[in-house]
T-cell receptor, first 114, second 112 residues
Framework: DAGVIQSPRHEVTEMGQEVTLRCKPISGHNSLFWYRQTMMRGLELLIYFNNNVPIDDSGMPEDRFSAKMPNASFSTLKIQPSEPRDSAVYFC????????????FGSGTQLSVL | GENVEQHPSTLSVQEGDSAVIKCTYSDSASNYFPWYKQELGKGPQLIIDIRSNVGEKKDQRIAVTLNKTAKHFSLHITETQPEDSAVYFCAASKAAGNKLTFGGGTRVLVKP
């Protein structure tokens, strides 16, 4: 299996622009998580899905952030409009069950908002 | 919600020595405790995990211990090697159906 696949690996954009991050979970996994990693706040859970349904989005910082999972093999995290403080590494992860089982991370998207 | 504290934030050891990282958690209902290793430019990778019905688990040079009464768990790396240099994260969650809460991470440097 190719593991969790994220794209793009790096994204540089200007403040105010829309940013879309993409994730393909491991085939057969039914839970998907979006995390954000910064030096100041470490690894923060933004949102997670179980069987394509959002279960907990309490970590989504603002209405500027939205996430979708239209099917079992694809998810997006969108930021509109982006701000410099959104600069971080965004990780997607998947697992067989929602949270209590082994979590497999992608390589992340390094986002820089200028 | 759950809160996980991790110490130390940085750890420098000589090759061949042991490294110990400690974590405490706040929610007594948590019962799953994984450890992740993150190398530069990569996502965290699970290296070992332990459930609350077990006090200790070993896998070659790494081991994890759990004290449910005190609500703390530790990662032990013996005979450290340069490739052990990375950032290590502990985490905690309740029964399957809940999310992982991560500690702040420990940057480990193994000096040759």
């Amino acid at each position: 299996d190719a593991g969790v696949i994220q794209s793009p690996r790096h994204e540089v954009t200007e403040m105010g622009q829309e940013v879309t991050l993409r994730c393909k979970p491991i085939s057969g996994h039914n839970s998907l998580f979006w995390y954000r990693q910064t030096m100041m706040r470490g690894l923060e859970l933004l949102i997670y899905f179980n069987n394509n349904v959002p279960i907990d989005d309490s970590g989504m910082p603002e209405d500027r952030f939205s996430a979708k999972m239209p099917n079992a093999s694809f998810s997006t995290l969108k930021i509109q409009p982006s701000e410099p403080r959104d600069s971080a590494v965004y990780f997607c992860a998947s697992s067989f069950r929602d949270g209590g089982e082994k979590l497999f991370f992608g390589s992340g998207t390094q986002l820089s908002v200028l | 919600g759950e809160n996980v504290e991790q110490h130390p934030s940085t750890l420098s050891v000589q090759e061949g020595d042991s490294a110990v990282i400690k974590c405490t958690y706040s929610d007594s209902a948590s019962n799953y405790f994984p450890w992740y290793k993150q190398e530069l430019g990569k996502g965290p990778q699970l290296i070992i995990d332990i459930r609350s019905n077990v006090g200790e688990k070993k896998d070659q040079r790494i081991a994890v211990t759990l004290n449910k009464t005190a609500k703390h768990f530790s990662l032990h790396i013996t005979e450290t090697q340069p490739e052990d240099s990375a950032v290590y994260f502990c985490a905690a969650s309740k029964a399957a159906g809940n999310k992982l809460t991560f500690g702040g991470g420990t940057r480990v440097l193994v000096k040759p």
